[in-house]
């Protein structure tokens, strides 16, 4: 496992840093509207919806994934948060659109690190170069024979998204790739 140096009171420590990894719980959503309503609910939301093909916006706590012309996957960084997605549909209250909470229905991985792309690769037929999936890109498909949404976070680190009933599939084979790569 690669290990990394961290600045401690003590010293430099070295620490294992994991390629896959859960991600911290968090509130999702499923926003569905008109091309002619976008401006207007992303001021509500407080975040620019994308309007290009498979890209994202974030900011500091909440993220948008463009999966389809119009449908995007709204991810809010604090679980803990139990009225996140009620206050949202408050903001967006008048707006012909639907939200439906979908915070249950999945969970997160990441994948960091030099090799995260050939881990990706073991199951996932895209082509992950960072030429062909930069920074920011998001899409749905498909990893082995679970459908995930898979995000490009920063350089070497992907978001992955799948359904609850396949995470330990899909994580089962992440780290086998991560043990033969």
Known sequence: MPE??????????SVAI???????PMSRAILRCREADI??????LGIALPREACRSAADHATSALWLGPD?????????????????????LEGERCSLVDVSHRQVALSIDGPRAEDILASGC????ALAAFPEGMCTRTMFAKAEIV???TRRSRFHLEVWRSFARYVE???HEAESET
């Open 4 to 13: 990394s140096r961290i600045a401690s009171p003590f010293g430099a420590v």
């Open 18 to 24: 994991a390629p896959i990894a859960p991600i911290a």
């Open 39 to 44: 401006g207007r609910i992303s001021k509500k």
């Open 71 to 91: 449908e995007w996957l709204i991810l809010g960084a604090d679980m803990q948060e139990e009225d996140w997605v009620p206050g949202l549909a408050a903001r």
């Open 125 to 128: 037929a895209l082509d992950l």
């Open 150 to 152: 898979l995000w490009r």
């Open 172 to 174: 089962t084979l992440l």
